[in-house]
């Protein structure tokens, strides 16, 4: 009440921090989930492999392959956990003008050994240079979550084709793979955290089910969008559309 009687009402609509709150609290829950099942697992293997010795050396050997995989997984799962909140602090956002080219072939000599390894086919068409504003980690890892998920959900002698250019007002990257498709009913979910089309497969493909929500974070973070289409059986493509910047000739 103030001197004169009046009464004043101080009223603070709090759904939307309501609502972030519960965001955190449920990623937090879904993140210890998935930390916990590479962890369950190496210790049950590691224990497998303790009983193993000394005399079964082969079954030991076996356990111990296994054992690195799911240490593989996880150190995956905390990378990809640690990126996530990267991205969405604003603090660590650095922008300049950035060459998406330069951008894509840095990742690209990185993500050529996987490609490699697992017999799929990578073909570039990269442009002069494509500029745009933006923070060249970020964007590296939005290249190389596309990438990387192109050559994981391809098949022995797929191919995996990424193109880099400008066209209009837009910077263009485009990631195209002959691999495994995505359902329609999966297409509007893919890029939710911790969203699997198909749990067994993407775990054991070493995915988190982080990638495409950084993906779409960094992506609209640098006012841009992205695109999806795929066909079962057929493969995927996935464009993204930044606004292109013109620097002073
Ligand atoms: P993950 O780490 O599991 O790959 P992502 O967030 O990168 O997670 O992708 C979410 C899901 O979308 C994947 O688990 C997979 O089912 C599907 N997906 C992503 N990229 C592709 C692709 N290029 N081809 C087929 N499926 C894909």
Redesign the pocket.
């Known amino acids: 009440m103030t001197e004169n009687g009046a009464v004043v009402v101080y009223l603070q609509d709090v759904t939307q921090e309501a609502q972030v709150q519960q965001i955190r609290r449920q990623f937090v829950v879904n993140a210890s989930h998935e930390l916990k099942t590479p962890v369950t697992g190496l210790m049950a293997l590691g224990e497998a492999v303790r009983n193993a010795l000394p005399h079964d050396v082969p079954a030991a050997e076996r356990f111990s392959e296994q054992l690195i995989r799911e240490a593989e997984r996880l150190s995956t799962l905390t990378r990809d956990l640690l990126d996530l909140t990267r991205v969405e602090d604003p603090s660590y956002l650095k922008t300049e003008s950035i060459d998406l080219i330069e951008v894509a072939r840095g990742e690209l000599e990185v993500l050529d050994t996987l490609a490699e390894r697992r017999g799929v086919k990578l073909v570039t068409y990269l442009g002069d240079k494509v500029a745009v504003r933006g923070d060249r980690q970020q964007l590296g890892l939005l290249v190389k ?1 596309l990438v990387d ?2 050559i ?2 391809s098949d022995t002698g797929g191919t995996v084709s990424i193109e880099v250019h400008a066209e209009d007002e837009e910077a263009i990257v485009r990631v195209s ?1 002959t ?4 359902p329609l009913r999966d297409q509007g979910r ?1 890029f939710e955290r911790f ?4 749990e067994g ?2 775990r054991e ?1 070493g ?7 950084i993906v779409k974070h960094v992506t609209e973070l640098h006012s841009g969008h992205v695109g999806l289409t ?1 066909e079962l059986g057929e493969g ?1 493509t ?1 464009t993204i559309h930044l606004p292109l910047l013109r620097e002073p000739a």
């Not at 691999?179 to 995505?182: E, T, Y």
């Not at 995915?207 to 929500?213: H, I, P, V």
Request: glycine fraction near 22%.
């Open positions: 979550n998920n192109a994981r959900y793979d691999g495994a498709g995505i893919v969203y699997r089309v198909d497969r993407g493909n995915g988190s089910g982080l990638g495409l929500s795929s995927s996935f």
